[in-house]
């Protein structure tokens, strides 16, 4: 009987391992050319249907969200690898990081509807990648999907003390600039690599492994600390986001506890978004901004019925 357990038992496991190898080879990775010529990379997962294209936001790139490569089961989706993150840094815009993305972001778009050989596609930024989405088209997108989203004027509910952290930053990041690129350099490592540490350790604590290793394999490297802090003094910086009445549906959801993106900023974005004729889900669970990476369940199964409910 113990024998036939354990031959039991070892078939088990082999099947279990072998499924997680079939998922595993399911994703490839590829890239694109953007308007400038530098590679765009993502990870893909073949599939039947309207594609889902992924963006993500900031100090988390594409191995963030390991946990999220199930959603959509059977459908086409690509996870961006935004630049500075799967690609060359460069091409920054002379306001910082915005119109360039979001020029990727819509290259990404075609890209996945060439390889998907499909008409329209689920637009889903997470993050700062919901600021760096380009207003949708509703001849290339289907539907909008802001997670845990960066929404413009969210630096007018921050609290006064991280209000005076960014200004602070903002100044002392100027100062250093001016200084050259040994003065850039010392600066970012003294201020912005302790940040990233810091955003390394949370996500090793949430079993984001493979992100958290990539992070702190950055954590030190002047090029991405320059990225980093760009990136995130443009997106507090934005004021005006894309036309508040886009005309596809909208789905947004977000953590009522959420220490990086004031949900105060995010309802307000909501209400802004449901004056348009299309029609806004809004959702929420309890959590912090990185909870929904580690726990998949917050947020899966209801943005899976968006989709479902979402005309063809």
Not at 167 to 184: D, I, K, S
Not at 209 to 236: I, K, M, P
Request: net charge neutral.
């Amino acid at each position: 009987m113990k024998k036939t357990f354990v031959r039991h038992a070892f078939a088990v496991a082999l099947s279990v391992l072998a499924a997680k190898g079939a998922a595993a080879a399911s994703w490839s990775r590829a890239s694109f050319s953007a308007s400038d010529g530098t590679e765009i990379h993502y990870l893909y997962r073949a599939g039947e249907g309207s594609p889902i294209l992924l963006v993500h936001g900031l100090g988390v790139g594409a191995d963030g969200f390991a946990l999220w490569r199930d959603f959509f089961p059977g459908r086409p989706m690509m996870i961006l690898e935004r630049r500075g993150y799967g690609s060359a840094l460069g091409g920054e815009d002379a306001a910082g990081v915005g119109a360039t993305n979001r020029d990727d972001v819509s290259r990404a778009v075609d890209e996945a509807r060439r390889v998907s050989v499909a008409d329209r596609v689920g637009l889903l930024g997470y993050s700062l990648g919901a600021l760096l989405l380009p207003p949708p088209d509703p001849a290339r997108v289907r539907w909008l999907a802001l997670a845990c989203p960066g929404v413009p004027g969210m630096a007018r509910d921050m609290p006064a003390a991280e209000r005076s952290l960014e200004a602070q930053t903002r100044y002392w990041f100027g100062v250093a600039r001016a200084g050259g690129p040994a003065a850039l350099g010392a600066w970012l490592v003294q201020a912005i690599s302790p940040a990233a540490v810091e955003l390394s350790a949370k996500l090793a604590s949430l079993g984001l492994t493979a992100a958290s290793e990539w992070l702190a394999a950055r954590a030190y490297d002047t090029a991405f600390l320059n990225l980093y802090t760009r990136e995130s003094l443009w997106a507090y910086a934005q004021d005006a986001g894309f036309d508040p009445q886009p005309a596809v549906p909208v789905f947004i959801g977000y953590a009522e506890n959420d220490q990086v993106v004031p949900p105060a900023a995010v309802r307000r974005r909501a209400r802004q978004l449901s004056a348009g004729a299309e029609p806004t889900t809004v959702v929420h669970w309890p959590g912090d901004h990185l909870d929904a990476l580690a726990d998949p369940a917050l947020i899966r199964s209801r943005l899976e019925k968006f989709d479902a409910e979402v005309a063809p």
